[in-house]
């Protein structure tokens, strides 16, 4: 009730933001939907979207992301791909740790594999199946070796959940010092190409709810709101914002429901090509009212490395409307005695989210089934998944879905997706990825409705930002518009 009350507050909130905003003077503010940011190793467990800014931050990987999503050097300076692409040599900027001793290779290749190691809890340890070794070569050099070509490799180092962080300090680019309560002031010394002069380039980082960072923007406190996803958007719609400040991120991934009971009425193939069909896209899409937002149906998206084409299935080009009476019927053949099973279905908090499990009650309900939002993940039928890829390779996806993972899955799938870890060849490890994502749409296993929603909040004193692929934001640079972005 207190989170309603704080929404409902904000869409009251009609003022001229652009004449309240105050003069931007001092540190950039950054505000990133969540809690409070903290430094923590990804190697201990999944971190929040504050502490991810936070990481790629202080404790910069290998390379890192620039405003536009392109690989830039991190703590590398400089790169090398072995021409059969199964080994990437990274030579070590010349650079201290905060306590003034300098980093070398060994430390650098000791912590990479930590954070892959087989005791790691880093969301992306899976994602890095394909590395053999990391080593250190000499003191500034090491070399990533893997068992077959990867050529997302340098997109997954760039990523947060990769830092260079030993003993809870990392590399930079900037250096970290706690200000205000829930706050950390972030500091980079900048000199120029010529060593003639030296600037400093100052950051605010905090976390705070989505009503109280949209409030925060709309009152001129904060310069930048990172971190918004569907869940929280419906609010930030209704506030009277300067013209260009509601940003969305073209992001890739996933965003759709994921079957979690296995065994039970409800866990038939089709039964859920059955619901997926009967969730009209169209309508939530429209409601989120997202520009360019597409509508999906399948695993694997277009523009996923190494695929060509995403054919669409059939069913998708009949209207909603128009397949509505022959699923009614399926649904009572599949279902032909007693009252058909409730759906409970696990999702986040927030308006958003309410607005999809209204559309679900809608669409399912008109199949005679009753939708509830799952008391807990462990009681629920179907669970939502919203996540944004960190490369654009086919893996990412489908490894999703594999055995151990997910409590329903394909044993053949699984299958397919071994044989492209091992295979040396690119196109037969794409073709075997294609193979077990028709596999796992066949099957049902995932429910796709739209790409993922990503938003921010930029002010005009915010020069260096620009939507991306990743939905990642540097906060280096944010007063100089240095790739032109927009």
């Not at 923590?40 to 936070?54: I, K, M, N, S, T």
């Not at 999503?69 to 072995?82: D, F, Q």
């Not at 962080?165 to 120029?192: D, H, Q």
Request: overall charge neutral.
């Amino acid at each position: 009730m207190r989170r309603l009350a704080a929404f409902a507050a904000l869409a009251g909130l009609a003022l001229a933001a652009a004449a309240c905003r105050k003069a931007p003077t001092g540190a950039v503010h950054v505000l990133v939907i969540g809690a409070e940011p903290s430094l923590r190793d990804p190697a201990l467990g999944p971190v929040g979207a504050a502490d991810e800014v936070l990481l790629a931050s202080v404790a910069q990987g290998l390379v890192r992301l620039d405003a536009s999503g392109n690989i830039v050097s991190g703590l590398a300076e400089r790169w090398t791909v072995s021409d059969d692409g199964v080994s990437y040599i990274c030579r070590i900027a010349s650079a201290s740790w905060p306590d003034g001793h300098k980093i070398t290779a060994q430390q650098v290749a000791r912590l990479l594999k930590r954070e892959i190691a087989g005791r790691s809890r880093n969301s992306l340890k899976d994602a890095f199946g394909g590395v053999e070794d990391i080593v250190a070569m000499t003191d500034r050099v090491i070399e990533i070796s893997l068992t077959a070509p990867r050529p997302n490799m340098l997109s997954l180092l760039a990523q947060p959940e990769m830092p260079i962080l030993r003993n809870g300090e990392g590399t930079g680019p900037f250096t970290a010092a706690a200000a205000r309560a829930g706050e950390v002031k972030l500091t980079r010394e900048i000199v120029s190409p010529d060593d003639e002069t030296t600037s400093r380039e100052e950051v605010l980082l905090g976390g705070a709810p989505a009503a109280d960072a949209i409030r925060a923007f709309a009152s001129g406190n904060a310069d930048l709101v990172l971190g918004g996803t569907f869940a929280d958007l419906p609010p930030v719609q209704r506030v009277n914002l300067p013209r260009g400040s509601l940003r969305f991120d073209p992001a890739s991934g996933l965003f759709g429901l994921v079957p979690t009971q296995a065994g039970g009425a409800l866990d038939k193939p089709e039964v859920r090509t059955m619901l997926s069909q009967a969730i009209d896209r169209d309508a939530f899409v429209a409601a989120l009212g997202v520009p360019g937002l597409t509508l999906r149906a399948t695993l694997l998206e277009p523009g996923v490395e190494g695929v060509t084409a995403v054919a669409a299935p059939a069913w998708q080009a009949t209207p909603y409307a128009e397949r509505l009476p022959a699923l009614q019927v399926q649904s009572n053949r599949l279902f032909p005695k007693g009252p058909k099973p409730a759906i409970r279905v696990a999702l986040p908090p927030g308006p958003g989210a309410e607005l999809l499990l209204g559309l679900l009650q809608r669409d399912w309900g008109a199949l005679g089934f009753t939708v509830e939002r799952a008391a807990s993940a462990a009681a629920a039928d179907f669970a939502l998944i919203d996540e944004v890829a960190p490369s654009p390779s086919p893996s990412w996806f489908v490894r999703h879905f594999r055995c151990g993972a997910v409590p329903v899955c394909d044993p053949n799938a699984d299958a397919l997706m071994d044989a492209a870890r091992q295979t040396p060849v690119p196109a037969q490890r794409y073709a075997f990825f294609v193979q077990a994502a028709a596999l796992i749409d066949g099957g049902q296993l995932f429910l796709p409705i739209a790409a993922p929603v990503r938003w921010s909040l930029v002010s005009a004193r915010i020069q260096n930002f620009a939507g991306n692929r990743y939905a990642r934001h540097t906060l280096t640079d944010l007063e100089n518009n240095l790739s032109g972005a927009e």
